[in-house]
Nanobody, 123 residues
Framework: QVQLVESGGGLVQAGGSLRLSCAAS????????KGWFRQAPGKEREFVAA????????YYADSVKGRFTISRDNAKNTVYLQMNSLKPSDTAVYYC????????????????WGQGTQVTVSS
């Protein structure tokens, strides 16, 4: 198994920025694809971004394209989500996940999950 711990959430005004981090431990070599999902109150968990092991391929939800950037530092077993131009609609609990392949990490019903970190964007 792989263990994931998110950090970096908080309260920010609209238009501001935050950087989330997700540190992995355990069987990291089996869970090489990484991703971020989010879940707002009363809504289903939705895909935000994903990245392959090499970092050469990244994927984004349309709602965050051009504002969010996913990256990773494999030496630190950490994946990041840089969030710029935040909107109140970005308010949610953000979850990191990991899976052996990229298609699984983009599936809300697959992979291993962290406990989440709250992001609140005020208007």
């Amino acid at each position: 198994q792989v263990q994931l711990v998110e950090s970096g959430g908080g309260l920010v005004q609209a238009g501001g920025s935050l950087r989330l981090s997700c540190a992995a431990s355990g069987r990291t070599f089996d869970y090489t694809a990484k991703g971020w999902f989010r879940q707002a109150p009363g809504k289903e968990r939705e895909f935000v971004a994903a990245i392959t092991w090499s970092g050469g391929n990244t994927y984004y939800a349309d709602s965050v394209k051009g504002r969010f950037t996913i990256s990773r530092d494999n030496a630190k077993n950490t994946v990041y989500l840089q969030m710029n131009s935040l909107k109140p609609s970005d308010t949610a609990v953000y979850y990191c996940n990991a899976a052996p392949i990229i298609t699984q990490v983009m599936d809300k019903n697959a992979g291993s999950w962290g406990q989440g970190t709250q992001v609140t964007v005020s208007s």
